[in-house]
């Protein structure tokens, strides 16, 4: 799939996302809404309302799906696409939606921090893994290695999030200056390096895959390198108020997306047929994009990991314990 494809599917996508927002934004008046927040469900309630994102980060939502996980837990799961999972935060805080799947942890951690939401995690969803995220910049830059990155514009998708977290933290451990970063979309990546209006771009998957493709750019640095490896980046959230009055069907949802976690690890075909069928990525293409790792159980040191780094960052103002978010 070329830039320009994966440029024009995006807008449709964005189109969906905003017919979901509308969408979501007429539920506020449903009977079935608490007053604080929750969806007004109790232990009995089987129906899940999930938005998700169109990444890899969410194969196992889609395995669990489709290969009858959810059901064989007694759950009828409803998927809601959106682009980003920070518009579904919203939704998630007023009880619209129950569960953000593929939902990036730093920007909802700082969301807990903040008071903005009262998070709890469910499930982790994807973990770093080599070259699903890289650093490319043109096949004649003159940028040859980390230390050419400093005071160079870099383009993220969103700032002070993961990407610029990780690759700070690749950097700093390489004795590397820092660069400055740049809010590009996905999409937009390429005709930006292109153009020239910044010197390097830290693309995840498909778009990293498309950039070398179309413009012939040279991975710089792989995004999953230490010591970013393995590092928790994705997950499945809900609320306190949803976990603590849905607690059955809560724990359920967990079993079936931790149980296709582990088809996705053990089965990576099972993940690349899996990604045509609801993301922008052809079949061709998921033959060879990286795909990120899947953890089949929720591992709180592992995203002490990340709470650890976002602090020594400045990204979190407190000490967080992420164990004390965990679905108990």
Known sequence: MTLRQLREKTVGLAAVTTVL??????CGGDE????DGSSGGDSSSRQITVAALPLADGAPLYLAQNRGLFKKEGLDVRIQPVQQSIQALPALAKGQVDVIAGANYVTFLQADEKGTLDLRILAEGA???PHMMDVLVPK????KNADGLKGKKVAVNILNNIQSLTLDAILQERGAGLPEYRQIAFPQMGPALERGQVEAVHAAEPFSSAIQKDLGARVLIDGGSSPVTSIPI???VTTRSYASGNPEAAAAFQRAVEAAAKIATEDPDAVREQLPEYTRVTAEQAESIHLPAYPATTDADQLRRLTELMREQGLLKKELDPGNLLLK
């Open 234 to 236: 994705s997950g499945y």
């Open 140 to 143: 004649d830059s003159p940028i």
């Open 21 to 26: 927002a509308l969408t979501l934004a007429g």
């Open 127 to 129: 973990r770093v893994a």
């Open 32 to 35: 079935g809404a608490g007053d």
